[in-house]
């Protein structure tokens, strides 16, 4: 999700070299991956409950979905850069910080309005925190060290993304204090407060190396594309598809491209883009982000659409649901155990092998459904849903290292 802030290892040798770090450095930071991961997914057993609670319509709640990512896609190259400038460890903790006030506020909201506010501001202080996440880990670590912080990375990725909807319905089945479905924000809360503690001991403060500047015309024009294209994309089915979401349509592919000659130019003055467009030269860093887009845009999609069959369709609560997903975590915790070996065995083949037991795990989910219905068992699911974590473990697990060797 944040590959784009990777560097050139030529480039991270030109950056100040942090102090060594302490052993309880990655796991601070990887606390920041784990969140905001988590907060993708663990709003999806809470909508039908925020939904009645709230009286909220369609349309809102899928901007409280959508907000949050929309929020963090606009805002991510931007942070990554400001973490650049002005510190990693710095931009880290001001994201900690505005991301566990927005979890307070989300917590909080009396009204739909104000639970999507709060969602946006989770989005975009999740694209300060994010992107430093990478940037630290390059720029600290080393050789087969590096290597295993990567890993560990899309491991903590992935179990945040299996297990949210199994932690979202176990806060709204215990009701701690009678909060219900507000406890799936509440809990970043005490998590924040901790990474903000430990961070400025534990973390190595770095920046890039040379007198760089902000670009503003580029971080307009690529959080313009982005929105151009997430925006309609969650607004156009509820509203009937309008002229206003097809014109943005249209316009996304312009503005990224834009967004692309306008930093090749600056690259060739030896201005300081964004992207800098020689990461693209590099097949495996191509590879990657194309695949972590295809791959994080199409799981998103799974997890909220199975999360509303199995509470709107077969009738579960908010915990059953959630513990239907412990077999995808299950297959994909196993599959992790042995994911750096077969990573070592396949090289960068391991992700096209990851990506087909995927499949092979979607077709016997959709199989499955199919069987099911709205009355069978939902023990069908489990064969699906073990095969498929042991694909999402074989893809997320090795996908950063492969990328950004």
Known sequence: MALQTARTPAAATRERDPAAPHWATLPIILI?????????????????????????????????????ALAYAAGLITGGRLGDLYGRRRLFMIGVALFTLASAWAGAAPTAGQLVAARIAQGLASALMGPQVLAIIGVTYTGPARARAFNAFGLTMGLAGVFGQLIGGLLIHAD??????????????????????????????????????????????????????????????????????????????????????????????GASPLVNPVLFRRRSFTVGVVTAVVYYSGMSSFFLVLALYLQRGVGLSALA?????????????????????????????VLAVGAL?????FAGLWAAVRHIGTEGSVAWLVPGLLVAGAGMAMVMAPLAAVALA
């Open 32 to 68: 920041g991956t784990f969140v905001i991961t988590l907060d993708v997914f663990i709003v999806n057993v809470a909508i039908p409950d925020l939904q009645r609670d709230l009286h909220a319509s369609a349309s809102a709640v899928e901007f409280v979905v959508a907000g949050y």
């Open 176 to 269: 701690i204090a009678g909060l219900g479905w507000r406890t799936c924000f509440l809990v970043n809360v005490p998590v924040g407060i901790a990474a903000l503690v430990l961070a400025p001991r534990l973390i190595p403060e770095s920046r890039a190396a040379g007198r760089s500047r902000i670009d503003p015309l580029g971080m307009i024009v690529v959080s313009a594309g982005l929105v151009a294209v997430v925006l309609p994309l969650t607004e156009g089915r509820e509203r009937g598809w309008p002229l206003w979401t097809w014109l943005c349509l249209a316009a996304s592919p312009l503005l990224l491209t834009a967004f692309g000659l306008l930093q090749r130019r600056l690259a060739a003055r």
């Open 321 to 349: 649901s959630g513990l239907v997903f412990l077999p995808l975590g299950v297959g994909f915790l196993v599959t992790s155990l042995t994911a750096r070996k077969m990573a070592a065995l396949l090289g960068r083949q």
């Open 357 to 361: 037991v995927l499949l092979a795990g």
